[in-house]
């Protein structure tokens, strides 16, 4: 099956780490690739409790376009995503289509949970900022996605809480 990341998990290191934690082998993740995921926009309209900060999430968008990571994973590495990702309370699972050097690849990707989403973007920890724009680096997104994602990322200067 095939994954498509968007945030974190696009760092191929820290989705590495991520399994290893588990005790998951990384040849479970295979074939990473850049996609692009139109009629979507990339948001942090999503609080972390983990991070006390903002989270990416995507929203449905026309003339907006998303750049990613598309990967076929197994069943097992699915069960640690959805562990990782609060699924189903916090992320839902959606079946997409995107874009690869080679052609159209269908994939399932996590959206937050309309319930979970927020009005407004919040910024999110400098680390977690790292996370993907190391992983847009290493595949080589576009220079203007990847200045998107600069402005879109805004860093926070400490923690903060979001009541329930």
Known sequence: ???????????????IDLLTEHGDGVDDLKNPRRAVLRGYRLR????????????ANIELAEDHKVEGVVMSI????????????GFPACYEETEIKVQTSTGSVSAFTYIVSPARQLAIDLPVTPEYRQLILDGARMFEFTSSYQRQL???????RSPMTIPD
């Open 1 to 15: 099956m095939n994954y498509f990341a968007f945030g974190s998990n696009m760092s191929v290191f820290h989705l």
């Open 150 to 156: 600069r402005y879109i990322l805004k860093p926070m």
């Open 44 to 55: 942090t309209n999503y609080y972390s409790g983990a991070h006390r900060a903002g989270a």
């Open 74 to 85: 197994s069943e097992g590495v699915r069960d640690i995503l959805r562990a990782k990702e």
